[in-house]
């Protein structure tokens, strides 16, 4: 009876000892390198269990144990769900380091970014053109509605939520920037205050001109002048699908169009573009600017003017300039933004 206990006994120190040797190898294969030998992206599909991550994982070449990692994440003592999306995979991740990547959910930032003064057609563009944004764009979206910055998005995600979060960014600055507008703005609303931050984007690209732009269209709106803005011009033209690729052009002057503000008074009818928050601002916080005209100055600014005669100096300077260059052998310089003589 004695001898059969110490079989016991010894059968049970040599489990414990296999075990605890086993621990230990488990331990260290947890820990030690795999077999990815360059960083890769994962995308984890939705409703994936252990056995199908697993066999992904095997796949892409990432681990090289499968029964440890699944083993690995059925005794994990703090078990997270892993969210399904793209993972960041670097080079040589251990199992370990693999499961707490996982559990974190730290899905890939991509990004779109929607430049100041895009039409709305261009930016729908780019997001149709993200082949990992998924479905149709079936948001109800126009002309000024998109706040121009930069977007994050996992893949996977949405056309519509991408779209929606833009349109919600526009919303939101142009409620803050309405609500510290000046006083007695001839701006009736936030939609004509849209549609003038639409003029002024287009007009300048120069962020310390952009109050001086925005108080030549308020002077003229409280005089009842016409705009005379070339971009709207342009969009008139276009319908706002892309650029125009060459000058205006008298008969462009003359279009029969509500968008040429050449021809019709006041604001047109709608924004141009999508302005940034800058432009948006600058349309309710104008200069203290007499000015009614203003023309590029040929070095990448604008001069203003207050008389129209000032004006046609200006213009006058302008073309000189424009002469000098292109005697010089340099390109024709574009036609100038800003009103006209």
Known sequence: MLSFFRWVLLFLALFATVGAGGLYVAHSMMGSDGPLEKPKNIVIPRGAGPATMTRLLVDEGVVSHPHLFRVALMVDPTPKTIKAGEYEVPANISI????????????VQRRITVVEGMTTAEVLELVRKSETLTGQITVEVGEGDLLPETYFYSRGDTRD????RMKEAMEKTLDEAWRKRAAGLPIANRRDALILASIVEKETGVAAERNRVAAVFINRL???MRLESD???IYAVTGGRGPLGRELTRADLQTNSPYNTYVAPGLPPGPICNPGRAAIFAALAPARERALYFVADGQGG???ALTLADHNRNVARRRELQRQKQEQGGAPA???AGTRP
């Open 96 to 107: 370990r380091a693999l499961i707490e990547l996982l559990q974190a959910g730290k899905l």
């Open 161 to 164: 939520s991408v779209s929606l």
């Open 222 to 224: 409280r005089l009842k």
């Open 231 to 233: 971009p709207t011009t």
């Open 302 to 304: 604008h001069a203003f």
């Open 334 to 336: 574009a036609q100038p």
